[in-house]
Nanobody
Framework: QVQLVESGGGLVQAGGSLRLSCAASGRTFSSYAMGWFRQAPGKERDIVATISVSGGTIYTVASVKGRFTISRDNAKNTVYLQMNSLKPEDTAVYYC????????????WGQGTQVTVSS
């Protein structure tokens, strides 16, 4: 069992930045690939970025590439999502997720953190 707790969401103006953090419990954190998903009102939950166990393989969806950066610190059991140049269309609930399988098959979810970007 892995428990995930996100933090760092909030309200920001367009063009601003936020950094999301996701702290994981459990001794096997380093055996899980980590990822961030987001869900806007009335839309499906979509993948934003993923990072492999070692951190050597990263995927970022095209709509945020060049603006968002995923990273992880296995010593702190934490994954981050640095979000720059935020746009109103980035407004969503952001979820942390882990898996030992192939994305988008998620084994555990965080509770989500709201990100709101005003124009």
């Amino acid at each position: 069992q892995v428990q995930l707790v996100e933090s760092g969401g909030g309200l920001v103006q367009a063009g601003g930045s936020l950094r999301l953090s996701c702290a994981a419990s459990g001794r096997t954190f380093s055996s899980y690939a980590m990822g961030w998903f987001r869900q806007a009102p009335g839309k499906e939950r979509d993948i934003v970025a993923t990072i492999s166990v070692s951190g050597g393989t990263i995927y970022t969806v095209a709509s945020v590439k060049g603006r968002f950066t995923i990273s992880r610190d296995n010593a702190k059991n934490t994954v981050y999502l640095q979000m720059n140049s935020l746009k109103p269309e980035d407004t969503a609930v952001y979820y942390c997720a882990v898996t030992r399988r192939t994305w988008p098959r998620v084994e555990f979810w965080g509770q989500g953190t709201q990100v709101t970007v005003s124009s």
